[in-house]
């Protein structure tokens, strides 16, 4: 068998029992927008930055709950163990381009109505962008490492909400930091992507090698 096969079948297993509640999320985001279109205020704007960026990898992270509860599963396919780890962070670097398309027909629709939206982005809406990718990516890097632990799995729910605060208290920090010191909106938004996307891409690697001891 192909490993290409199994992959996608892993994928799309992940996705299946949250494809609802993705849905309702887009829908939401598109709807938030909508209303950031008709009142132009930009504490609308805000919030559907949030949810576009942010909703559907938090669902994928929260259907994970820091390890996967379906190994047996996944162990009956031709995968090393190893590479288990790599579907985690797969999917949730996929839902994290879901806010692509969701962003697109908003400021698609901004610069024909009135500009509101895509102005918006433009002055600084990128920097609740870059929060918004930082907070999950490195809700990620922390929850799956810790995850893989007897620690982890035996206290679930306060690993998975500890990382979220720590992981926005982290990217708000930056933020704030980034403005205290007079950097610029697009210095900020880097160092918030490009923090928690080195984060993210270590604990893929360190996952890697503890799912490669783990005696499922």
């Known amino acids: ?56 990898p938090y669902l994928v992270i929260q259907k ?23 579907i985690l962070y797969l999917n949730v670097f996929i839902a994290s381009l879901f806010a692509i398309p969701v962003l697109g027909v908003m400021w698609g629709v901004g610069f024909i109505f009135n500009g509101f939206v895509t102005e918006a ?43 979220m605060i720590a992981a926005l208290a982290i990217n708000i920090s930056i933020l704030f930091g980034g403005q205290w010191l007079g950097l610029s909106s697009i210095v900020i938004s880097l160092l918030s992507i490009g923090i928690s996307g080195v984060a993210f891409v270590v604990s893929l690697f360190i996952t890697k090698a503890m799912y490669a001891k783990i005696d499922f």
């Not at 985001?29 to 704007?45: K, T, W, Y």
């Not at 994970?64 to 790599?86: D, F």
């Not at 907070?135 to 729910?157: D, E, H």
């Open 64 to 86: 994970s709950e820091g390890t996967p509860k379906w190994e047996p599963y996944l162990l009956a396919m031709p995968l090393k163990r190893k590479n288990l780890a790599a």
């Open 121 to 163: 982005i433009l002055a600084g809406g990128y920097v609740s962008i870059a929060v918004g990718y930082g907070a999950v990516l490195l809700m990620a890097a922390l929850i799956y490492p810790i995850g893989s632990t007897k620690f982890g799995a035996r206290n679930m729910q306060g690993l998975f909400f500890g990382c």
């Open 1 to 56: 068998m192909k490993t290409r096969k199994p992959m996608l079948g892993l994928l799309t297993f992940s996705y299946h029992s949250i494809i609802g509640s993705l849905i309702l999320s887009i829908s939401s985001a598109l709807f938030m927008g909508i209303a950031a279109e008709i009142f132009e205020n930009n504490i609308f704007v805000m919030f559907f930055l949030f949810s576009a960026t942010i909703a559907a």
